[in-house]
């Protein structure tokens, strides 16, 4: 086993998790057969995205004791700290029509955690994997943020479906990503950079 195999395994789990609560949050509000029950669907989704974030951030903060370097192990601990703490900001706020109006910018709060944590892991993770793409994750989470961010500061009115599909959008794209990173780096050979020197072959054999 390599030392980012559990890693890598881990973020394979992150990113089914990100694509099965997408679909949910996205056929909640289709199967409510009324006008009447839109916003109990609406009450529904955040739930949901609240479950997500908190699965999802103890994912990353048990993680973070696959990594290697101390500086992924804190972002990663922090980001899995700071990602349950929104998602009970989240829970809190579901029955709350008031106070719905922040719902944006908990979701863009949450998604700039996973960039911030993804950037910083992944400067560690490309020295392994000498791979650019290491960095997709971190990208795909970082304009989710900003999109999220400029949503809530616009104050658009968007209705419940049309917020969800934005939603599904971010999960279904954040997980594509992660499914298909760990699937790739997970069958890579190691780099001849991290190979043992030929002397401690000879040695050990």
């Known amino acids: 086993m390599h030392r980012y195999e559990t890693y890598w395994i881990i973020t394979l789990f992150r990113g089914v998790l990100a694509i099965l609560f997408g679909c949910a949050i996205l056929l909640i509000p289709q199967m409510s057969s009324s006008v009447l029950l839109l916003p109990f669907a609406m009450v529904l989704s955040v739930l949901f995205l609240a479950g997500y974030g908190a699965a999802d951030s103890a994912l990353v903060f048990f993680e973070s004791f696959a990594l290697p370097k101390r500086p992924g192990q804190i972002a990663s601990r922090l980001q899995g700290s700071a990602g349950i703490t929104i998602s009970l900001l989240l829970a809190t706020i579901a029955f709350e029509h008031a106070r719905l109006h922040w719902f944006f910018y908990l979701v863009a709060a949450q ?17 392994h994997h000498r791979t650019i793409l290491v960095y997709a994750s971190a990208l795909v989470s970082g304009a989710a943020s900003l999109y999220f961010l400029i949503s809530a500061l616009m104050e658009a009115p968007l209705a419940t479906e049309t917020s969800m599909r934005m939603l599904y959008g971010y999960l279904l794209g954040f997980g594509t990503v992660n499914i298909g990173l760990a699937c790739m780096l997970l069958q890579e050979r190691p780099h001849p950079h991290h190979m043992p020197p030929t002397s401690t072959l000879r040695h050990i054999h």
């Open 111 to 127: 998604a700039g955690a996973a960039a911030v944590s993804d950037l910083v892991t992944a400067r560690h993770v490309w020295r």
